[in-house]
């Protein structure tokens, strides 16, 4: 079982704060992915990562950055949190680097700016 | 950009009904999954299909990849109380690396 890990698992922060959520994964998979889930959207993408220091935009980044300084730690930073960023973010990697198998989800960090 | 249409929103259902549940799409897809999620967990991938036509059990789920790729359809027998939760499809094109997803089932079991 991949073994991937977010911090924190809940978190209230106030309106235009920066807020940095971290994603750990122990078994050198190269692609990354932040999501974020809210009712009626189901699972958006935010940003991803095909490798250290490699990122890209997903469907909805604005307001978001990424840093991947290390293969097991993936990094998103809301630069100045909004309301409208309360959600539940979700970490994912994918287990097979050639083919999809199908990703490998975090449990969730439960994000509530006010 | 590309989009995934799933149906029903969310279903209501008495215990040991079959369920049956869909997403379509506009655009060819070369891999579709499927995903179950319970409350404050990440999603958990249930059947992956990779091939037009490919109809594919897992237990009590059964699903099949649309023969126009652009469709996928789940079926769950005989529910059971712990089927509760959301179902999300979801898609990609190969060597795409990124998974497009749904908007999610929530099912409800009455006991």
């Known amino acids: 079982d991949a073994g991937i890990t977010q911090s924190p698992r809940h978190k209230v922060t106030e309106t235009g704060t920066p807020v940095t959520l971290r994603c750990h994964q122990t078994?050198?998979?190269?692609?990354m992915y932040w999501y974020r889930q809210d009712p009626g959207h189901g699972l958006r993408l935010i940003h991803y990562?095909?490798?250290?220091?490699?990122?890209d935009k997903g469907e909805v980044s604005d307001g978001y950055s990424v840093s991947r300084s290390k293969t097991e730690d993936f990094l998103l930073t809301l630069e100045s949190a909004t309301s409208s960023q309360t959600s539940v973010y979700f970490c994912?990697?994918?287990?097979?680097?050639?083919?999809?198998?199908?990703?490998?989800f975090g449990s969730g960090t439960r994000l509530t700016v006010v | 950009g590309q989009q995934l249409n799933q149906s029903p929103q969310s279903m209501f259902i008495q215990e040991g009904e079959d369920v049956s549940m869909n997403c379509t799409s506009s655009?060819?897809?070369?891999?579709w999954l499927w995903y179950k999620q319970d409350p404050g967990e990440g999603p958990v991938l249930l059947i992956a299909?990779?091939?037009?036509?490919e109809l594919t059990s897992n237990g009590r789920l059964t699903a099949q990849f649309g023969i126009t790729r652009k469709d996928s359809f789940l079926n769950i027998s005989a529910s059971i109380p712990s089927d509760v939760g959301i179902y999300f499809c979801?898609?990609?094109?190969?060597?795409?690396?990124?998974?497009?997803f749904g908007q999610g089932t929530r099912l409800t079991i009455n006991p």
């Open positions: 990562s095909y490798g250290v220091k490699d990122t």
């Open positions: 655009s060819i897809f070369n891999t």
């Open positions: 299909l990779y091939k037009a036509g």
């Open positions: 979801a898609a990609t094109i190969q060597g795409a690396q990124k998974l497009v």
């Open positions: 078994e050198n998979h190269r692609y």
């Open positions: 994912a990697i994918s287990v097979s680097d050639r083919r999809i198998y199908g990703y490998t």
